[in-house]
């Protein structure tokens, strides 16, 4: 198998006294989607984090390709732009409209020509079904335009991987599907992704792989199918049966409306 693009060696992370990474090996290979699950607080965010270098390692190493990863490095702000990150909440600039939020950093970083970035720009508007938006301030945008945008604007940097943080978990339920399935559209082009989510639907239909975190650790690293039919831990056998219940719980409530 070729190199991967991304790879975590032995990476553990401490709050103080919390381990919240211990000892995580994880490699992700050029097109793979990676969707990692867990219990709130299992270290999902931070593990994005530390990936991204916004949170020292106090052991392992992470590695871009052969770079390694180091908060330390001069070359961090250019490994960088090679992750795309998008999180929970959608942080355009507010006096910028939406077409200047996303030419922003190609053009002031990648010092790339204005022109050029916004024929792109719009074009992935277009994709993720926002044209006629580019003139748009974030607050004549919903939720999941805000967070359409969000991703255009880390798909217009050319990241090599692109790191997603519950990027539905803070939307209507309307506007969910909007954005997951722009996130499978991507899938389906071949990006490279890593996705936290609790949309189990969705983790299923997207994931190459399921990696399963708790008390720091990888306890599943294994095909969706095998992780939701037979997982063989009984912590992610617990945590699954929690999703179980709010499918029948929402059942129930349809019925009784
Ligand atoms: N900046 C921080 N300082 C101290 N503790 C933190 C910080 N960020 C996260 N933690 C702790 O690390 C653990 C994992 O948090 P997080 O990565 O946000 O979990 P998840 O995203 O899986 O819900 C939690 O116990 C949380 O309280
Ligand atoms: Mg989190």
């Given at each position: 198998m070729a190199e991967p693009i991304l790879a975590l060696k032995n990476v553990t992370k401490h709050f103080g006294e919390n381990?919240?990474?211990?000892?995580i090996d994880l490699s992700v290979h050029q097109g793979e989607v990676i969707v990692i699950v867990g219990p709130s607080g299992c270290g999902k965010s931070t593990l994005l984090r530390c990936v991204n270098a916004l949170e020292p390692i106090q052991g392992g190493e992470i590695y871009l390709n052969d770079e390694k990863i180091d908060i330390?490095?001069?070359?961090l702000a250019n490994l960088r732009q090679k992750i795309g990150m998008v999180f929970q909440s959608y942080e355009l600039f507010p006096h910028l409209t939406v077409l200047e939020n996303i030419v922003l950093a190609p053009t002031k970083v990648q010092k790339r020509k204005k022109e050029e970035v916004q024929q792109e720009a719009l074009a992935l508007l277009g994709r993720v079904g926002l044209l006629g938006k580019e003139g748009s301030y974030a607050r004549q945008l919903s939720g999941g335009q805000k967070q359409r945008v969000a991703i255009v604007r880390a798909l217009c940097m050319h990241p090599e991987i692109l790191l997603f943080d519950?990027?539905?978990?803070?939307?209507d339920p309307e506007m969910v599907r909007e954005v997951l399935d722009v996130m499978l559209n991507l899938a389906a082009q071949g990006r490279t992704m890593i996705i936290v989510t609790h949309e189990m639907q969705f983790a299923k239909a997207v994931a190459d792989r399921i990696i399963f975190l708790d008390g720091g650790k990888v306890l599943e690293d294994t095909k969706p199918e095998v992780f939701f039919e037979a997982p063989k831990t009984e912590r992610a056998r617990q945590f699954l049966s929690m999703f179980e219940f709010n499918v029948v719980k929402s059942q129930v409530e349809k019925v009784s409306s």
């Open positions: 381990t919240v990474l211990d000892d330390k490095s001069k070359k519950e990027v539905t978990a803070a939307l």
